[in-house]
């Protein structure tokens, strides 16, 4: 089984420096298309094989949590360069999506099992977009697109608890706490929902200010 902080783990965050490194070199729009192309060509079987009978569950299943959301928005942002897909994989790829990097969720097995593949291409490949347009393609975060993330994000929230309630799942992490993350930090629900959701509007606030100061 995968253990946080282990040898996989470790392992994982060295490939997410390296190759995060070598995408900064490699700034031209076909470098984006190859990277969207191998995201869908990586990822989809996966998302595939978890609707097939004996592996489906609505409860887990479906693409619907944030960091799913996430890479749809990044292979979008990748191929168009669309400032609204690319503020989406910012803003959710540098923080929602990093936390699986820093306290990890997943307790599934370990490499090379398609389960372990799959989490860590999702969270990685996020990354390695939002990473890739915002330095190196310099598709920049401005008001506008924090103010998407915000709206999005909000309406993503209420539908989700909503389907979550009436399906029995946790999509979001919206109606209960993974064990060992840092919403331990924020209380019990529903306040924990609150006081990160109050967070991100902050940190995503600090990550935009230094590109608005600049293009000015």
Same mark, same amino acid.
């Given at each position: 089984?995968?253990?946080?902080?282990?040898?996989?783990?470790?392992?994982?965050?060295?490939?997410?420096?390296?190759?995060?490194?070598?995408? =900064?070199?490699?700034?031209?729009?076909?470098?984006?298309?190859?990277?969207?192309?191998?995201?869908?060509?990586?990822?989809?079987?996966?998302?595939?094989?978890?609707? =097939?009978? %004996?592996?489906?569950?609505?409860?887990?299943?479906?693409?619907?949590? =944030?960091?799913?959301?996430?890479?749809?928005?990044?292979?979008?942002?990748?191929?168009?360069?669309?400032?609204?897909?690319?503020?989406?994989?910012?803003?959710? %790829?540098?923080?929602?999506?990093?936390?699986?990097?820093?306290?990890?969720?997943?307790?599934?097995?370990?490499?090379?099992?398609?389960?372990?593949?799959?989490?860590? %291409?999702?969270?990685?490949?996020?990354?390695?977009?939002?990473?890739?347009?915002?330095?190196?393609?310099?598709?920049?975060?401005?008001?506008?697109?924090?103010? =998407?993330?915000?709206?999005?994000?909000?309406?993503?929230?209420?539908?989700?608890?909503?389907?979550?309630?009436?399906?029995?799942?946790?999509? %979001?992490?919206?109606?209960?706490?993974?064990?060992?993350?840092?919403?331990?930090?924020?209380?019990?629900?529903?306040?924990?929902?609150?006081?990160?959701?109050?967070?991100?509007?902050?940190?995503?606030?600090?990550?935009?200010?230094?590109?608005?100061?600049?293009?000015?």
């Amino acid at each position: 089984m995968f253990e946080p902080y282990g040898l996989s783990h470790g392992v994982v965050a060295v490939v997410f420096v390296a190759v995060s490194a070598l995408l =900064l070199t490699f700034r031209s729009a076909r470098t984006s298309r190859v990277l969207a192309i191998v995201i869908v060509a990586v990822q989809l079987p996966f998302q595939i094989h978890t609707m =097939l009978p %004996g592996q489906w569950d609505i409860a887990y299943s479906l693409p619907l949590q =944030l960091c799913d959301l996430a890479l749809i928005a990044a292979v979008w942002a990748l191929w168009t360069r669309s400032p609204a897909a690319a503020a989406l994989t910012y803003y959710w %790829g540098l923080t929602l999506t990093a936390q699986a990097l820093l306290t990890p969720a997943y307790r599934g097995p370990d490499y090379p099992d398609w389960q372990f593949l799959m989490f860590w %291409g999702i969270h990685l490949f996020t990354m390695w977009a939002a990473v890739h347009l915002t330095w190196g393609a310099g598709v920049r975060p401005d008001w506008r697109g924090y103010r =998407l993330t915000l709206v999005v994000t909000a309406v993503w929230m209420v539908i989700m608890l909503g389907f979550n309630g009436l399906a029995g799942a946790n999509y %979001g992490f919206l109606n209960a706490k993974p064990s060992g993350s840092v919403l331990d930090l924020f209380g019990p629900w529903p306040l924990y929902l609150v006081v990160a959701a109050l967070l991100l509007a902050g940190v995503w606030a600090l990550m935009t200010a230094p590109f608005t100061r600049s293009s000015r």
